[in-house]
């Protein structure tokens, strides 16, 4: 019936299987630019978010390596920093100074804000996008400092008060005896 003879006889269009269609050149050109537009903004994205992390990874190893003090110097930020970030300063705090790094991705913002005391140390800082408070401690501004001086002044019939000269005294928790 079926003999290797028989499958000789057989035209060769039905022998051998469909061709493929071939794609056109524009639409393979398409193709790979939406590959290559896409590939390119993952690139760009990455590359935001990675830089802001691992400089946050940086300060926490820094913060930890300060031990109980909790801080570092503002100076080693640089070494610290990775990518281009734009830089925002906030000078309007009366003792410490608001530090605000952006790395613009295209469908998101990353940030890192820092505190840095008027010794150059930073003392705090969170990956936040603003807020009052920076890494729980919130800041407390020039005008709402003079208001208090004023304040105080005028409790105090007119002698101005010195910020320097102000110191916080913590009082040592009453020890009980056991009799």
Excluded: C
Aim: proline residues 5%.
């Amino acid at each position: 019936m079926n003999s290797p003879s028989d499958a000789a006889d057989t035209p060769e269009s039905e022998a051998a299987p469909k061709a493929k269609k071939q794609i056109s050149a524009k639409r393979r050109l398409i193709s790979w630019a939406f590959i290559g537009v896409l590939l390119v903004v993952v690139l760009i994205e990455w590359r935001a978010k990675s830089s802001q992390a691992g400089t946050f990874k940086n300060m926490q190893s820094a913060m930890d390596k300060a031990g109980d003090v909790g801080e570092f110097p503002f100076a080693e930020l640089e070494s610290i920093k990775q990518g281009s970030p734009s830089e925002e300063i906030d000078e309007s705090g009366a003792l410490l100074r608001l530090h605000h790094y952006r790395w613009n991705g295209l469908f998101k913002v990353y940030h890192l804000r820092l505190l840095v005391d008027k010794d150059e140390k930073v003392i705090a800082f969170d990956g936040l996008a603003g807020g009052e408070p920076v890494g729980g401690i919130p800041r407390i501004s020039k005008e709402r400092m003079e208001n208090f001086l004023k304040k105080e002044k005028a409790a105090n019939g007119g002698t101005p008060v010195e910020t320097e000269s102000v110191e916080v005294v913590e009082e040592a928790p009453a020890e009980t005896k056991k009799q």
